[in-house]
């Protein structure tokens, strides 16, 4: 996974978890984490996080927007699936050199119920159905990811 997919993800979790009024907040907190981040990443993350500063208590606060929330990861995520393939039983993304293990936690993110797992590689994901039936569902599912189309 990469180092911004993991950021993103570290930055989603703690605006579930803390209340976070200002970048510079969220920097030291993610400085202290290992992240060094500058507030030119961190508006760039919220952008494509689809963070969002509102009201709460009569305070400041940054938070996920449901309505953009995981939309632009997944705009990312399709950029980096090559193409699928399949037999009666498994389903192969090709992604682009060392992007299979993000694309796979992308995937097992997801939650859906016809994927039992995935196993991601270099450049190869191995999506585990949980039955042969679930295979057109789980290549829609992936398509669709990859034709996300940027917001303008």
């Not at 159905?129 to 303008?152: Q, R």
């Amino acid at each position: 996974m990469s180092v911004k997919l993991r950021r993103q993800i570290r930055i989603k979790e703690i605006l579930n978890d803390t209340v976070i009024s200002n970048q510079e907040e969220l920097g030291k907190k993610l400085k202290e984490e290992g992240y060094v981040v500058t507030q030119a990443t961190l508006s760039r993350d919220f952008a494509e996080l689809g963070v969002i500063r509102t009201m709460f208590n009569g305070s400041a606060r940054y938070i996920l927007n449901p309505s953009e929330s995981g939309k632009q990861i997944a705009k990312l995520i399709g950029f980096e699936i090559l193409n699928i393939e399949h037999n009666e039983s498994l389903v192969i993304v090709r992604t682009l050199a060392g992007r299979a293990q993000g694309v796979a936690y992308y995937i097992d993110r997801l939650n859906k119920e016809e994927i039992l797992g995935t196993v991601g590689g270099d450049d190869t994901v191995l999506i585990i159905p949980n039955t042969h039936k679930s295979i057109p569902a789980i290549i829609s599912l992936v398509k669709n990811i990859m034709t996300e189309l940027p917001s303008k």
